[in-house]
């Protein structure tokens, strides 16, 4: 061996170490944009041996604001200032012990279909993307993934559904007369089964996210969800994705390495919320328990984020904007939203807007009551702390249709329920933007709850196409899946049949449904697509009449059009007397039967109710 050679070796050998070493540095965000509203950008810099305290940047166009070394000296936090002379292009991360690595500043895409918003005149569908079509069955298992291999036999596993397999349905749920879709979390969830309770899950749901900047490959890759997204734009429906603020899996990159003591809300055991929204407006309420439902954690692998935490905050913040930009999606469903900081929420939710005006942005708050959902939204109530999100996820309302469908009529029972509930929007800024549902993945099904009882089913949705807000259904719900949460969640979460190669059945065409399906999916077409290109029911004023034996009257109006929708809740038909609507009718109408899709005969100026039944009528 000569000198040359081994002094090649040893170069070779030290080049192959460092570049080793420079690979490890992970930067978050992974990139970002010139022609942010906001100039400021933190980037948290990691690497598993220890961060240089201090950089410069070498290129002009960023500006470097602050420097901070965390406790934990793997991080340092970066602030800068992306100045209006920036370039799109890469720029060198420059160590104060002379080494480099690089960061990229984008341009943003500029498109009209991007970051649109989901308004009243939306349908939503939302779909556990691991439970609805299986489109590529080369991505259903990895041997580098904690939980290896998708099982369709075990309920609590995951089974191969991916955006392939959504991507393949647009033009089903376009027919359908559905214009956005909400996917349950896409991000990575690289958790090996946990157990809950006594049974062992995996994160085939997608709330336990690892990384926040890729999303998992067994849906496919961030360049497959963009595709999604594209596909759905161009088809003219929208895609909302389902953010969680309040807590990230435990195999988490900041978990597995914290960067500071206080990045979580740390207990000394193990310590719960106990999931009661009371504790944030009720005037009598201790201190501890608001602060168990604001730290405590959500189940043991699922360590919850200190919100008031600025660090914490920002890095949220920015790869929720991170998000939106890349994938270009239109709005945002915020999970365990009752959970999580209340100034965190108002400013991430300020954040979002201001980057994208048109974004909706809604939260989970699964309440009891209706002051309870409004004081998590824009409202009219008098409390020391105002939310600013323009929706929440009307529980209430949910609550008082089932009770419409199930309960004999009553002063306070049955369809009442719903009379009161519109009642009380007094209480909410605006109760059009908050999303309504009958049903969704951590409920029993609605088909289910209402008995399998079709005339209960074509009520509740017809009540949830034609009321006031966002209207949500979930996937299957066109075609009469059915189940309670028993023994779990997993049981409400069946694959879509037809979704998978070796299905019997195929739900998704006519021909592999039954005659009830069948007639449950026409209603539900006819209903959908209607809505979608009426204006009064998309945004005209809601009156309503004070429910009478089980029958309950209402109208949606705009400038453009009148509607009248009737509920008859009764065991018996009843009749609908023109006469007693004179404030909102003058006799000389016609009416056009929506659903029959022709023009009602009125004789003597009534109109028949049978037992348990939706009408919708257009006034002309
Ligand atoms: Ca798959
Ligand atoms: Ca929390």
Redesign the pocket.
């Known amino acids: 061996m000569n000198s040359k050679f081994i002094r090649f070796t040893v170069t070779f050998f030290l080049l192959s170490l460092h570049l080793f070493s420079y690979a490890q540095f992970q930067v978050y965000p992974t990139h970002w944009w010139i022609g942010m509203k906001s100039k400021s950008l933190q980037l948290m810099i990691h690497h598993p041996e220890g961060v240089p305290d201090n950089i410069r940047i070498k290129q002009p166009g960023i500006a470097i604001k602050k420097i901070y070394q965390a406790d934990n000296k793997h991080y340092l936090f970066v602030d800068l200032d992306i100045l209006p002379t920036a370039k799109p292009g890469m720029y060198d991360i420059v160590f104060s012990n002379g080494k480099s690595i690089q960061y990229e500043l984008k341009q943003r895409e500029k498109s009209s279909t991007i970051h649109q918003g989901v308004r009243s005149n939306d349908l939503i569908y939302l779909i556990m993307p691991d439970r609805f079509v299986n489109g590529d069955p080369s991505n259903d298992q990895f041997p580098d993934l904690q939980d290896k291999v998708a099982d369709r036999t075990n309920p609590y596993a995951r089974h191969g559904g991916d955006f392939a397999g959504v991507i393949s349905k647009l033009d089903y749920l376009k027919y359908a007369g559905v214009t956005s879709i909400w996917l349950t979390p896409v991000l990575e969830n690289d958790m090996p089964r946990m157990k809950e309770n006594i049974w062992m899950m995996s994160g085939y749901h997608g709330y336990w996210i690892t990384n926040h900047y890729k999303v998992d490959k067994r849906f496919g890759t961030n360049q497959t969800y963009k595709d999604l997204v594209k596909a759905a734009h161009s088809k003219g429906l929208k895609i909302i994705q389902d953010a969680v603020y ?2 990230v899996g435990s195999y988490h990159h900041t978990v597995k390495d914290l960067p500071m003591k206080d990045w979580l ?1 740390q207990w000394p055991s193990y310590t719960g ?1 106990d999931h009661r929204e009371e504790v944030f407006f009720d005037p009598h309420a201790t201190e501890i328990e608001k602060k168990k439902m ?3 954690w959500f189940v043991p692998h699922l360590p ?2 200190n ?1 008031s935490n600025s660090y914490v905050a920002n890095y949220m913040i920015q790869l929720n904007i991170w998000a939106t930009e890349e994938f270009g999606i239109d709005g945002w469903r915020v999970d365990t939203y009752k ?2 900081d209340e100034k965190f929420l108002n400013r991430i939710n300020a954040a979002l807007l201001s980057e994208f005006p048109n974004l909706t942005v809604f939260g989970e708050a699964w309440t009891n009551t209706v002051p309870g959902s409004a004081y998590f939204t824009q409202n009219n109530l008098d409390v020391p702390f105002k939310h600013q999100i323009k929706g929440v996820t009307d529980f209430p309302l949910q609550s008082a249709i089932m009770d419409a469908i199930n309960q004999p009529f009553g002063w306070t029972d049955g369809i009442t329920k719903v009379y009161m509930t519109l009642a009380q929007d007094f209480l909410y800024k605006n109760p059009l933007t908050n999303c309504i549902f009958l049903d969704n993945h951590d409920m029993n099904r609605f088909f289910s709850m209402a008995g399998e009882n079709l005339d209960k089913y074509k009520i509740g949705l017809g009540l949830l196409l034609t009321i006031r807000g966002i209207p949500q259904v979930y996937y299957g719900t066109e075609v009469l899946m059915k189940n309670y949460k028993d023994p779990n969640d997993a049981a409400v979460r069946w694959d879509f049949p037809g979704g998978w190669t070796s299905d019997a059945t195929n739900k998704f065409s006519g021909s592999g449904r039954t005659t009830e399906e069948n007639n449950a999916f026409e209603y539900f077409k006819i209903l959908a697509n209607y809505r979608k290109e009426s204006p009064a029911l998309t945004s005209g004023e809601l009156k309503q009449y004070i429910p009478k034996n089980g029958v309950y009257v209402y109208f949606r109006i705009s400038n453009k059009q009148k509607i009248l929708c009737v509920v008859n809740t009764s065991s018996k038909e009843e009749q609908l007397y023109l006469k007693d609507y004179t404030e909102m009718l003058n006799g000389n109408e016609t009416y056009y039967d929506v659903i029959k899709q022709l023009t009602l005969e009125t004789k003597d100026n009534k109109i028949p109710l049978p037992s348990m039944s939706f009408q919708i009528f257009e006034i002309k």
């Open positions: 309040n807590h809300n919320p604001l730290g405590g919850d984020l919100l959970y999580c």
